[in-house]
């Protein structure tokens, strides 16, 4: 074979891996559908206010208009009990959930895979011990966690509510890390790499890492489904975020109860936000997986 | 019984379906098998043979689809007969053997039960089924048969599972039994006791045989007929003895030439190769599958697919000149006149490594893998080290490198300079001049780094360049490894193996070694890219005067490369001398078992010298000669005292020539004369 042949050859193969991976994912109808969702949320979430004719916060009733309106052509999801449009406020309120639950899984993400693959790598007692530590975190239920901490700290706070969902998140990444680390540790580029004096951060960070990635990734979509599930769950119990900001979780908590009063707009618009989001990353998750042949 | 062949596949077409497109891998193969007739399908990897075989069996993986044609077992069509049926043929007509024994037992069921399983479902009641297994596995001549029965997969040895595998296969006494590479992963001592085994029980049963291999010298032992595939399509048949001493297909004639045989050595042969690489899985080849490669190849191979010439017997070639095959040009010119490995003689001492012991402590108490091993090799030399699997080989490359620390007392010497025990000892340069290929390529390179990057990398640590110097440097010794400017780029993933294993030589050259460890450098690698490996390291060696130590399971490979063989046993030399010596004999008995067993791909006879019995674990050595309790020469040769108390010193036979044996070197001459 001549070197153009080659050199087309090798480079055709390549671009046709990635057009023939890509049209797989574009035929999966459920990855479509998930990232339809998610990318109609992260723009609710980067633009949102721009979107809304009506201020979220706007307190209706002192403008004069109805509370507990049902939905109609000014108000498409209806009002509240203050009369807050709330269209505008599931549409803003998209931006604290969605970069919380970013934040929170990024760093469970990026604690679990440091010590998965440190623990992978090093095995022996390290690893023992730290896998042991690891269990008895996971052990905590997240929201027992989360409300003590956060009642410790003193009521609502997004900053907390993300430490606590990383930390617990992190020892379920490590493990999937390590499983991944303690095969590729085994491979002989990592003997290569020893054998050309390299230390282990440059092992650990420059040869390894980036053969465990698939796993990491698909990990950290189907952790940022959780991430929306636990912050939902927490502003619905009033902690996590502070008040003020519209936000689904405590719009479900402040008007689940005038569900059986037939007022079932203010609670289920904001509910339906939060289901769509969590599936429209499980669908993406599923379709990652899928696209890793993992 | 009929007289219909007992398998017989028309114009058959495969398909796999991968990132969702289908791909052909069978492109209409058509054969047939006589009741009692083994035949044989050889080819590289990828080309389709392990499809074939479960094509037979009608077992497809997930993603694969029979597209075209039909499979008839005796005379039946099962192309698309119903799960029941093929269930149905499956137990009670069929049986297949696999390549990875152990792999293909559930490792938490005891073996017995296994067993026993396959007579239960042939309808046996389960009182009986317990005899009826043990015969089974006395059948297939397993020792200890009541105690197998007992064990777990993983405690047998490779050999016994496959011989459990062989036994569970016959046990419906089959009318087809599928062999897809039955002794691939297995020491050649034992794949020829596997191959004896097969032999025996299909003369004694009479059923026909599939035989799937990459090997050529056991297809000719064990096959009537042959068929070669190449990318889906068979592209020669007939008569083995035939079709390997007159192939008339250029992809056979070149397959046997790249295969390094006795006779050969790389001071004065080179090996011929196959140029180019396969098409890659589900290609479009309008003409001639082979024309990319063919060194006879003409215009009109590219469009029009040649047609089956019939040869006399039964042998027929699709090749439109396949009158010209036997005589095509090499694609490597054949002789070498540079002196390589002359020179290595009269060198100056290289490496010397004294007493080298390593002992791994395990909780069940310390395992002694490498005993006192001593040796010494010249600059430019090459050092074969054989000897079946737990003998050491690896452990004692690992400890030269430095990965193992070996234990107190060992002394390993490079150009006079003593080493440090492991890596962290050792300097830059001194990691540099001891470096490795590793066998598996796919596993030594970073798949996620580019050739550049790995091989610049090695240069920037070992030789203390800065990042641009090292790429310079890269550039210059890739293309020295022929690795194309153009795949600098690329990640190893889109490399063929033998691209990657060129890319892992290149790097091992970083740091301007002195002595290169070849850890089964090609056994990862079809025929004709072991060829060009070969070369490749060979040209190497005589361009920068470096030594090797070349570990290998293949026998002719070892004796084409090297200049000195040491054979291991239990972590002990057994014989040291030149390789013509080692090969030639008289040879240690262990060494003439080994040799012994290799099957011969031009059909000649040699007397098969049989160790009995299992390797013995290293925890626990025999008594004496630790050889003594499977020895072939131990019985009769008046020293069997000696054999069973005391351990045999390495001793300088004749000069250059060292054995460890009681049996003095005449007598052993004596005997191997007969």
């Not at chain 2, 297995?186 to 035989?211: C, I, K, P």
Request: include cysteine.
């Amino acid at each position: 074979m001549t070197t153009d042949t080659l050199k087309q050859s090798a480079a055709a193969e390549r671009k046709k891996i990635r057009k023939e991976r890509f049209a797989q994912l574009r035929k999966n109808k459920a990855f479509i559908v998930g990232a339809v969702i998610l990318t109609f949320w992260v723009l609710c979430a980067l633009v949102g206010k721009f979107l809304v004719r009506i201020n979220p916060d706007e307190l209706g009733f002192l403008n004069g208009v109805e509370t507990d309106l049902a939905p109609n052509a000014t108000n498409w999801f209806g009002t509240d009990s203050n009369g807050r449009d709330v269209f505008s406020r599931v549409i803003v309120g998209s931006r604290p959930i969605i970069v919380m639950a970013t934040l929170a899984t990024v760093l469970g993400t990026v604690l679990g895979a440091s010590i998965g693959l440190v623990s992978g790598y090093l095995k022996g007692w390290f690893d023992v011990i730290v896998m042991r530590i690891l269990d008895a975190i996971s052990a905590m239920p997240v929201l027992v966690l989360a409300l003590l901490a956060l009642s410790a700290v003193g009521g609502s706070s997004s900053v907390v509510t993300i430490c606590i969902i990383g930390f617990v998140f992190t020892p379920i990444i490590a493990r999937t890390v390590r499983a991944a680390v303690l095969n590729e540790a085994e491979l002989d580029y990592v003997a290569a790499a020893k054998l050309r004096t390299e230390r282990m951060p440059h092992i650990l960070f420059k040869e390894i890492l980036p053969n465990v990635l698939p796993p990491i990734i698909v990990e950290f979509t189907v952790r940022l489904g959780y991430a929306v599930f636990a912050i939902a769950t927490l502003s619905f119990l009033g902690v996590g975020v502070e008040l003020g900001s519209p936000n689904w979780g405590s719009q479900v908590a402040d008007h689940y109860n005038l569900i059986f009063s037939g007022l079932w707009w203010s609670t289920i618009f904001p509910a339906g936000a939060i289901a769509t989001l969590a599936i429209g990353i499980n669908l993406i998750a599923d379709g990652v997986t899928e696209a890793f042949e993992l | 019984m009929s007289t219909q062949p007992a398998l017989e596949l028309r114009d058959l077409r495969v398909a796999y379906r991968v990132r969702g497109i289908d791909r052909e891998v069978l492109r209409g193969i058509s054969l047939s098998i006589q009741p009692g007739e083994a035949y044989g399908l050889v080819g590289e990897s990828g080309c389709g043979k392990s499809t074939a075989a479960f094509a037979a069996m009608r077992y497809l993986p997930r993603n694969g689809s029979i597209t075209g044609g039909s499979i008839h077992f005796e005379g039946q069509d099962i192309t698309s007969i119903g799960d029941d049926e093929i269930r149905e043929l499956r137990t009670n007509a069929i049986s297949m053997v696999y390549q990875n024994p152990i792999a293909a037992l559930n490792p938490t069921i005891r073996v017995g039960k296994q067993v026993a399983e396959v007579f239960e479902l042939l309808g046996k009641p389960s009182d009986e089924a317990h005899d009826l297994s043990l015969a089974a596995l006395k059948r297939v001549q397993i020792a200890d048969a009541e105690a197998v029965l007992e064990r777990y997969p993983h405690q047998l040895s490779g050999g016994m599972a496959q011989r459990v595998i062989i036994a569970m296969a016959l046990a419906s006494n089959p009318r087809l039994l599928v062999l897809d590479e039955p002794t691939t992963g297995l020491d050649a001592t034992v794949e020829a006791e596997v191959l004896d085994l097969v032999r025996e029980l299909r003369a004694e049963t009479g059923t026909a045989v599939l035989f799937i291999s990459h090997n050529l010298g056991v297809i000719r032992t064990m096959c009537d007929r042959v068929g070669v595939l190449y990318a889906g399509a068979l592209v020669e048949e007939g008569p083995t003895d035939e079709v390997l001493h007159k192939p008339n297909h250029p992809y056979t004639v070149g397959l046997l030439r790249c295969i390094p045989r006795g006779g050969l050595h790389k001071q004065t042969d080179r090996l011929d190769t196959i140029p180019g690489t396969p098409p890659p899985l589900g290609a479009t080849l309008p003409g001639c599958v082979f024309v990319d490669r063919c060194a006879i190849a003409k215009d009109t191979c590219r469009t029009t697919p040649p047609n089956f010439v019939e040869l006399a017997n039964g042998h027929r070639a699709r090749c439109a000149f396949h009158e010209q095959a036997a005589s095509m040009p090499r694609a490597v010119d054949g002789t070498r006149s540079s002196g390589i490995g002359n020179s290595a003689s009269s060198s100056s001492e290289l490496l010397n490594i004294s007493k080298l012991s390593k002992t791994f402590a395990q909780d069940s108490g310390d395992v002694r893998v490498l005993t006192e091993v001593s040796l010494s090799l010249r600059k430019g030399e090459t050092l074969g080290l054989v000897g079946e699997s737990g003998s050491g080989k690896t452990t004692l490359a690992k400890n030269l490198l430095g990965i193992t620390q070996p234990d107190a007392g060992s002394v390993i010497t490079l150009d006079g300079k003593t080493l440090g025990a492991t890596l962290r000892d050792r300097s830059a340069s001194e990691v540099g001049a001891v470096q490795i290929v590793f066998q598996n390529p796919d596993s030594a390179l970073n798949r996620r780094h580019t050739v550049m990057r790995i091989v610049a990398r090695a240069i920037e640590k070992l030789a203390g360049k800065s990042r641009d110097e090292a790429e310079d440097t890269a550039q210059v010794l890739l293309n020295d490894m022929s690795v194309d400017p153009i795949l600098h780029s690329v990640k190893p993933t889109q490399l063929s193996g033998g691209l990657k294993q060129r890319v892992a030589i290149a790097r091992s050259f970083a740091g301007r070694p002195q002595l290169v460890v070849c850890d089964e450098p090609t056994s990862a690698l079809d025929v004709s890219v072991q060829a060009n490996i070969l070369n490749l390291l060979v040209d190497l060696q005589s361009k920068e005067n470096v030594s090797y130590v070349f570990i290998s399971h293949d026998l002719g490979v070892v004796r084409y490369i090297s200049d000195r063989i040491a054979v291991l046993y239990l972590g002990r030399i057994m014989e040291l001398g030149s390789a013509e010596t080692v090969f030639n004999g008289p040879h240690h008995p262990y060494t003439e078992a080994l040799v012994s067993s290799v099957p011969a791909i031009d059909g000649s006879q040699r007397v098969r010298v049989r160790l009995g019995g299992e390797v013995p674990s290293p925890a626990n050595p025999p008594q004496g000669c630790v050889l003594n309790p499977r020895c072939p020469r131990m019985a009769g040769s008046g020293v069997e005292h000696l054999c069973t108390s005391v351990e045999p010193d390495l001793v300088e036979a004749e000069p250059g020539h060292f054995l460890r044996c009681h049996i003095p070197l005449a007598q052993l001459r004596q005997i191997q004369d007969k």
